[in-house]
């Protein structure tokens, strides 16, 4: 399973943005899609995870700001993100669970200024 994330970027606090992630390959099996995120010092952390049929979950850091999308036809998941703070700033990773392994994107730089 290949991922390739865009968006990202530089904001302002309450401004908002819009993460997305095209799965490619070995597809067949995904389960769970998903966003991690990642600051200086800190561990990965999840965001928001949706599966195949639609359940989503989400940070309680996150809830009300942040909504995950996905279209199982074109296997793409989107993140979403709106009154962005600078606590939200960090690498965001898009990540898809298949047969109990994890995949993950390379990674994109959110940066939101105060």
């Known amino acids: 399973v290949q991922l390739q994330a865009s968006g990202g970027g530089l904001v302002q606090a309450g401004g908002s943005l819009r993460l997305s992630c095209a799965a490619s390959g070995s597809i067949f099996g995904i389960t769970v899609m998903g966003w991690y995120r990642q600051s200086p010092g800190n561990q990965r952390d999840l965001v928001a995870t949706i599966t195949n049929d639609g359940t989503t979950n989400y940070a309680d850091s996150v809830k009300g700001r942040f909504t995950i999308y996905r279209d199982n036809a074109k296997n793409t998941v989107a993140l979403q993100m709106s009154s962005l703070k600078p606590e939200d700033t960090a690498i965001y990773y898009c990540?898809?669970?298949?047969?109990?392994?994890?995949?993950w994107g390379q990674g994109t730089q959110v940066t939101v200024s105060s």
């Open positions: 990540n898809a669970r298949r047969w109990a392994q994890n995949y």
